[in-house]
């Protein structure tokens, strides 16, 4: 899983995080109760389990993470937005 993460393209690269668990550790299991997550592999796109069980076809995975980078981006343009309305 990792793997399929660490080959994608540049421009994804530089707008992501990749947080790495080992199940092996306190703290590999606790994330993986914490995203409700049942079993092995699991993908989280900003702390929400998105792939389990299954390891997504790159384009899919690019698509999800270019989606969530959209709704982030225009939540953060509409914030500053109003924040400049309620200044002005």
Same mark, same amino acid.
């Given at each position: 899983?990792?793997? #399929?993460?660490?080959? @994608?393209?540049?421009?994804i !690269? *530089? ?6 668990w080992?199940?092996?550790t306190?703290e590999?299991? !606790?994330?993986f =109760? !914490? @995203?409700?997550? &049942? #079993? ?6 900003? /702390?929400?389990l ?5 390891i997504p076809? !790159? $384009?899919?995975?690019? &698509? ?5 980078? /959209? $709704? +982030? =981006?225009? &939540?953060? #343009?509409?914030? &500053?937005? @109003? *924040? +400049? @309305?309620? $200044?002005?």
């Amino acid at each position: 899983m990792a793997e #399929s993460v660490k080959v @994608l393209p540049d421009n994804i !690269q *530089e707008i992501i995080e990749v947080q790495e668990w080992d199940m092996r550790t306190h703290e590999g299991v !606790q994330r993986f =109760r !914490q @995203l409700r997550a &049942t #079993s092995l592999p699991s993908i989280a796109l900003d /702390g929400e389990l998105v792939y389990e069980s299954i390891i997504p076809m !790159q $384009e899919e995975l690019i &698509t999800a993470i270019e989606k969530r980078y /959209g $709704e +982030k =981006r225009m &939540t953060a #343009s509409k914030e &500053t937005l @109003l *924040e +400049k @309305l309620k $200044e002005g």
